[in-house]
């Protein structure tokens, strides 16, 4: 399969600021309601509750697991509005936010002080611009090349539409929150500290407590497989949210520019009509990344708004399995300095003729010394 090249058209943007882009969308999509908030939260709590309550206590071991399944997807639900929250995108009250959306990203393990430093200052600050943002960050085939040989194996299973939950585990979540150490003068300290200490005692309880009503299986069903299940879909959202084969990555701050990274690199992914109300819109995301104070249930308008004027410039796809495979199968490695993506097979082809390249200009200088210094 040949390299696929993105759209150099997207330089017309850099001069651009985000400010003017924003000016796009309406003043209404910025309206913020509590009652909405607040039902989609009840929402989500039933639906993860009821699952984990199927998981502790039906009887046979594969509806526990299905439940489990439904849980780690209630987890995920949560997720999105707890992202939301520490967007600001739902209340005028931080207090507000961080409590209900602490209590949200508990299930899934993630601290949300530490997720928020990280995601709203680093990428939302530099989306792929990979000298800064690291998600999704693909590797070079030089680099590829390079690697040990369970490197080349981790990253080819990140980069799999089945095993990509291992990128958020190992690049994200372990890394990022997990083992984090925030600097000594950083203000932020002591609330990094005891968002840990909160989620370690969270999941310390929570185990005991499954083991005590269900036993192992009920920690399997409960705990681990609702976790495993969540780093499988917010990989995948991230993945898609910026990985397409018209989608460039960065290198150089000088080629990048806000405007670039927030909305041309940032997709657009339409799903089922349910599909959206369950994720909460989070694969509509170019207008969340061109603005995060937009509530997720005004994604869509202002997806419309930017479209009227930007809409050259945003990559829109429909959500299948094929699709997503496609773009998997195709986004392997990158080479920055053309701007385009490789499969693993034509990355090696590429090295290949890179090197065949080189030694032939070698053969000529040394054939023609004087032609060559001229």
């Not at 796009?24 to 909405?36: F, K, L, M, N």
């Not at 430093?117 to 990979?130: A, E, K, W, Y």
Request: glycine share 4%.
């Amino acid at each position: 399969m040949p390299p696929s090249f993105p759209d150099m058209g997207y330089a017309v943007l850099r001069p651009v600021k985000l400010q003017t882009i924003r000016e796009a969308i309406r003043p209404e999509r910025y309206r913020r309601s509590t009652g909405t908030a607040v039902a989609w939260y009840a929402f989500d709590a039933f639906l993860y509750l009821t699952a984990i309550a199927g998981a502790l206590l039906v009887g046979a071991w594969w509806l526990k697991l299905f439940f489990g399944v439904l849980a780690g997807s209630a987890v995920a639900f949560m997720f999105v509005w707890a992202h939301d929250a520490a967007h600001g995108a739902l209340f005028q009250s931080k207090r507000a936010a961080e409590v209900m959306g602490t209590l949200f990203m508990l299930p899934s393990l993630n601290m949300y002080r530490l997720w928020a430093f990280g995601h709203n200052r680093i990428h939302h600050g530099f989306t792929s611009l990979t000298a800064v943002d690291q998600i999704w960050r693909p590797w070079t085939p030089q680099e590829y090349r390079s690697k040990t040989v369970w490197q080349k194996i981790l990253y080819r299973l990140e980069r799999s539409p089945y095993t990509c939950a291992l990128h958020y585990l190992l690049r994200v979540w372990w890394p990022g929150m997990v083992r984090f150490k925030a600097d000594a003068k950083n203000k932020d300290q002591r609330a990094f500290f005891y968002s840990k200490l909160l989620t370690l005692l969270f999941f310390i309880c929570f185990f005991a407590f499954a083991f005590w009503v269900a036993g192992l299986m009920g920690v399997i069903a409960a705990v681990i497989l609702p976790f495993l299940v969540f780093n499988y879909y917010i990989a995948l959202f991230v993945f898609l949210h910026h990985t397409h084969p018209k989608v460039p990555f960065f290198s150089e701050k000088e080629e990048w520019s806000q405007s670039i990274g927030q909305l041309y690199c940032s997709t657009i992914v339409r799903c089922s009509k349910i599909s959206e109300y369950f994720i909460h819109n989070i694969l509509i995301h170019a207008p969340h990344h061109v603005d995060p104070r937009i509530p997720f249930y005004h994604l869509k308008g202002a997806y419309e708004d930017l479209r009227a004027q930007y809409g050259q410039y945003m990559h829109e796809s429909r959500f299948s399995l094929l699709e997503v495979r496609r773009i998997f199968k195709e986004c392997k490695l990158y080479d920055y300095e053309a701007k385009h993506w490789m499969s693993f097979r034509s990355g090696r082809s590429w090295i290949e003729q890179k090197a065949a390249n080189i030694a032939a200009s070698t053969a000529a200088s040394a054939a023609y010394p004087g032609e060559a210094a001229h």
